[in-house]
T-cell receptor
Framework: DQQVKQNSPSLSVQEGRISILNCDYT??????FLWYKKYPAEGPTFLIS?????DKNEDGRFTVFLNKSAKHLSLHIVPSQPGDSAVYFC???????????????FGKGTKLSVIP | DVKVTQSSRYLVKRTGEKVFLECVQD?????MFWYRQDPGLGLRLIYF???????EKGDIPEGYSVSREKKERFSLILESASTNQTSMYLC?????????????FGDGTRLSIL
């Protein structure tokens, strides 16, 4: 059962416009959420995170919103740039005790294409 | 900056071979992870280690084992390689000073089993 879902495999956006990437989760134990960006032939790079005690976190052009009641988070990129074209992974961590607390559960990714 | 180095970017092996993938991190991180990434499946956790000589199975450990003899090095072993283990393998490390720390990834090893 997929606990972290990114239902859009791909997204195309014009340069300068807003990109919105969505992520849904099913496990109510998740309390920390991250977004990673991945270029081809490179490893994922950490982008931004949010704890469940917040509903918004901003870092420059990137903002993550968390709606706990809907078990939904989204990543907003404003303005979008061609260099933002990459695969974006949503990930979640649960407040388990012991070794389980170290794990991240990843979504399948959304490929963002920013068109010049 | 955290540096996670995977020994090979590309590797080609034959079915039945024993394959070693090596990963080294330079930040004295306690936690290290091995994932595989396949199209349409995202990143799936194979094994992780929360300290030296400690290991835990992830979601897809079958056909793999790991070794962590030194803090900076985490090895993934394919005991008898099969074609369904052709994949991109990603290593990551993380500090445990604070629970909510991101994992930092290497650039991956693209492994082909013929």
């Amino acid at each position: 059962d997929q606990q972290v879902k990114q239902n859009s495999p791909s997204l195309s956006v014009q340069e300068g416009r807003i990109s919105i990437l969505n992520c849904d989760y099913t496990n109510s134990m998740f309390d920390y959420f991250l977004w990673y960006k991945k270029y081809p032939a490179e490893g994922p790079t950490f982008l931004i995170s949010i704890s469940s005690i917040k509903d918004k976190n901003e870092d420059g052009r990137f903002t993550v919103f968390l709606n706990k009641s809907a078990k939904h988070l989204s990543l907003h990129i404003v303005p979008s740039q061609p260099g933002d074209s990459a695969v974006y992974f949503c990930a979640a961590s649960a407040a388990y005790s012991g070794a389980g607390s170290y794990q991240l559960t990843f979504g399948k990714g959304t490929k963002l294409s920013v068109i010049p | 900056d955290v540096k996670v180095t995977q020994s090979s970017r590309y590797l080609v092996k034959r079915t039945g071979e024993k394959v070693f993938l090596e990963c080294v991190q330079d930040m004295d991180h306690e936690n290290m992870f091995w994932y595989r990434q396949d199209p349409g499946l995202g990143l799936r956790l194979i094994y992780f280690s929360y300290d030296v000589k400690m290991k835990e199975k992830g979601d897809i450990p079958e056909g793999y084992s790991v070794s962590r003899e030194k803090k900076e090095r985490f090895s993934l072993i394919l005991e008898s390689a099969s074609t369904n283990q052709t994949s991109m393998y990603l290593c990551a490390s993380r500090d445990t000073g604070f629970r909510n720390q991101p994992q930092h990834f290497g650039d991956g090893t693209r492994l082909s089993i013929l």
